[in-house]
Nanobody, 124 residues
């Protein structure tokens, strides 16, 4: 049974940093594309960053380029989203997701498996 569990969200001041984790079970994480998405209240879900399966190619949204970094630890079967220089507009529920077959990742999807999400709030 495929499961994705996010953690690491919380309240942080503008300019601060957080690292989100997504622990995968039921499949080998590096065999499939993985992505991070976010959804703010009243807004559509947005692709933040993703990593492809066979070559580790990374894509990142312009809105977070230079501030967010995606990485994966194959030994821990976990993908991370390191976020720095956080802004109030980064406030959202962050989700990790996986595609059910090997390939190149996309910030638009579709993705087959989703975590439950973790809240990130950037506020002073």
């Amino acid at each position: 049974q495929v499961q994705l569990v996010e953690s690491g969200g919380g309240l942080v001041q503008p300019g601060g940093s957080l690292r989100l984790s997504c622990a995968a079970s039921g499949f080998t994480l590096n065999a499939y594309p993985m992505g991070w998405f976010r959804q703010a209240p009243g807004k559509e879900r947005e692709g933040v960053s993703c990593v492809s399966s066979f070559d580790g190619r990374i894509m990142i949204a312009d809105s977070v380029k230079g501030r967010f970094t995606i990485s994966r630890d194959n030994a821990k079967n976990t993908v991370y989203l390191q976020m720095k220089s956080l802004k109030p507009e980064d406030t959202a529920v962050y989700y990790c997701a996986a595609v059910a077959k090997s390939g190149i990742c996309s910030l638009r999807g579709p993705y087959d498996y989703w975590g439950q999400g973790t809240q990130v709030t950037v506020s002073s």
